[in-house]
């Protein structure tokens, strides 16, 4: 190695010959293996067997790129996991042109062709920029990061026409680690949104939202990794500098009611991606819900969700994809405006065309999954903790908008009383329709203020009795079914409640026995009379 490092720092020499390295170290394998130790600790390697790797690569990919990006990955992982590593006795350090090598490797020629070896970098540079996160960034490891992904970025901007392909593929691979990275925090966000480090995330929004582009297929790879950014993440929490980025950016938000035919803008939804754009906005408005922001941020998001609602006017989606993209645009924007301001509440209540868009169950008779999509989204926003571990006071809807979504809901269905409407939905033949109903009674009987009225709740013929239809175990034989009445059972006994008097004393003893049991509870039949 010494030999082979000192041949390699002589500029008038040619390349040194590696097959005399390759065979005092049984082969390429060898090498890679000989080199690896010294990589994390640049200060005590005489030799600078980074340069070596490198050089090896550079000059012999076929032969070294894949040994070296699998064998780095594989090492970085062990040494640097944050989930192992003593911090107090942790000694190594990431070089500069350590990120450099590997960042290059996403674009390396051989990497469109071999896959691998641009997984195996992304992997590796991820796994540093976690352990410079538990680190409070002391190595500056992302920072840097950033600054090669925005040169390398660049440098993939300037090819030829005819490597347009291979820069795109590229590029994407570039956002894909650098919206990983910045779900790792705040700081990260930070990073990738600084001129300093060259502004990589400003790159991606161009790519996305750029208009005319020229590469539809490209820009809606863009779009979905920034949905990445917006979508909950139960490992990588939501920080207010993303929720800031997203709800407050106003490139972003033009770029995206663009695509969508924003009336603002005169333009129509974009056939080719319109919807990746849709299912974002989607996304940033959940956001909102359940996310605070400093107040300019705030009226942003605010001026976002008014344009959102006008073009969704103009939508007219055909097929259920469409269909199923629209319910939970609408769904998530009233959940937003209902969180909101008064007026914007007000404003969303009364426009009868969405509401009726999004709760209607006409016509569908053979679309399960819709009729489900359809029940399950209303009951997310009339009751929201049912459906979130951790449930927060401000993103619960007021009373008042319950009712209104529930009444909206039986007008949406021939004008018909929306208990009666669910009970229908609940004797579906389909269990993806009975699930959604029993999710809407459910978060129903988590609010005080309906309680009574589904307790109280007959039919015009008398028969509808909702309390029957729920104690009434023979209507439901999945394991799914029977859990999801039990849920609507533990949030009728709340304390809060006090139902007792609402209903027959042996309903509620029923009732309390099931709670008791479990769901597999069922009432049993004397054997006398089952025999009789």
């Given amino acids: 190695l010494s030999a082979f490092a000192a041949a390699l720092n002589e500029s008038s020499a040619s390349s040194p010959d590696a097959s005399i390295l390759e065979s005092k170290l049984s082969g390429p394998d060898g090498v890679v293996t000989a080199l690896l130790p010294k990589l ?157 480090t060259g502004g990589v995330m400003n790159k991606l929004l161009h790519l996305a939202l750029a208009f005319p582009n020229k590469d539809p297929l490209l820009q809606m790879t863009a779009l979905d990794a920034l949905e990445v950014l917006a979508v909950e993440n139960k490992d990588y929490p939501m920080t207010s500098e993303r929720a800031e980025f997203l709800l407050g950016n106003d490139e972003l938000h033009r770029g995206l009611l663009y695509l969508i035919g924003s009336s603002s803008e005169n333009v129509e939804f974009d056939p080719i991606n319109g919807y990746a754009a849709l299912r974002l906005l989607t996304e940033i408005c959940r956001v909102g819900i359940s996310n605070s922001v400093v107040e300019s941020t705030k009226n942003k998001f605010y001026s976002l969700l008014e344009c959102f609602q006008k073009a969704l006017h103009a939508l007219e989606p055909r097929g259920e ?27 969303i209540l009364q426009d009868t065309t969405l509401l009726h868009g999004w709760l209607s169950l006409l016509s569908r008779s053979s679309q399960p999954k819709l009729k489900s999509a359809i029940l399950s989204s209303l009951s997310q926003v009339i009751e929201p903790g049912i459906w979130r ?90 394991n799914e079914g029977r859990q999801a009445k039990y849920n ?8 809060d409640n006090n139902i007792e008097g609402l209903i027959s004393t042996k309903a509620f003893r029923e009732m309390q026995l099931w709670m008791k049991r479990g769901p597999a509870h069922t009432t049993t039949v004397p054997w006398d009379l089952a025999t009789e």
């Avoid at 040494?79 to 990120?99: G, H, P, R, W």
């Avoid at 645009?329 to 937003?336: D, G, H, K, P, Q």
């Avoid at 609507?488 to 304390?495: E, G, H, K, Y």
Wanted: hydrophobic fraction near 40%; glycine fraction near 2%.
């Fill in 40 to 196: 994390w600790l640049p200060q005590t390697d005489p030799n600078n067997s980074l340069s070596i790797l490198v050089h090896l690569v550079e000059a012999f990919p076929k032969k070294y790129m894949n040994i070296a990006a699998s064998a780095i990955r594989r090492d970085i992982e062990h040494n640097f996991d944050t989930t192992k590593m003593d911090t107090s006795e942790q000694t190594y350090e990431v070089c500069d042109a350590l990120i450099l090598a590997l960042a290059k490797l996403l674009v390396a020629p051989n990497s469109d062709t071999q896959t691998g070896i641009a997984t195996d970098a992304h992997a590796a540079l991820l796994a540093l920029c976690k352990w410079d996160n538990h680190e409070y960034h002391k190595s500056n490891t992302c920072q840097k990061l950033f600054q090669h992904l925005a040169t390398l970025w660049k440098y993939l901007e300037q090819q030829q026409k005819d490597k347009l392909r291979e820069s795109s593929t590229a590029q994407m691979r570039i956002a894909a680690l650098m919206i990983d990275v910045c779900l790792l925090g705040g700081k990260e966000v930070a990073l990738a949104l600084s001129d300093d």
């Fill in 389 to 478: 571990e951790e449930q927060d006071a401000s993103i619960r809807p007021s009373d008042y908008i319950s009712l209104s979504l529930y009444h909206a809901f039986g007008e949406a269905n021939n004008q018909k009383d929306p208990t009666e409407c669910l009970l229908v939905s609940a004797k579906s033949p389909f269990v993806e329709e009975r699930l959604g109903a029993y999710n809407v009674l459910r978060a129903m009987a988590s609010r005080g203020c309906c309680v009574r009225m589904l307790l109280l709740y007959k039919g015009e013929d008398g028969n509808s009795i909702f309390v029957e239809w729920l104690l009434n175990q023979d209507n439901e034989f999945t």
């Fill in 488 to 495: 609507i059972v533990q949030s009728l006994l709340a304390d």
């Fill in 321 to 347: 994809s469409e269909r199923l993209s629209y319910i939970y645009a609408v769904s998530n924007l009233v959940a937003s405006c209902a969180t909101s301001t008064e007026e914007m509440s007000k404003s």
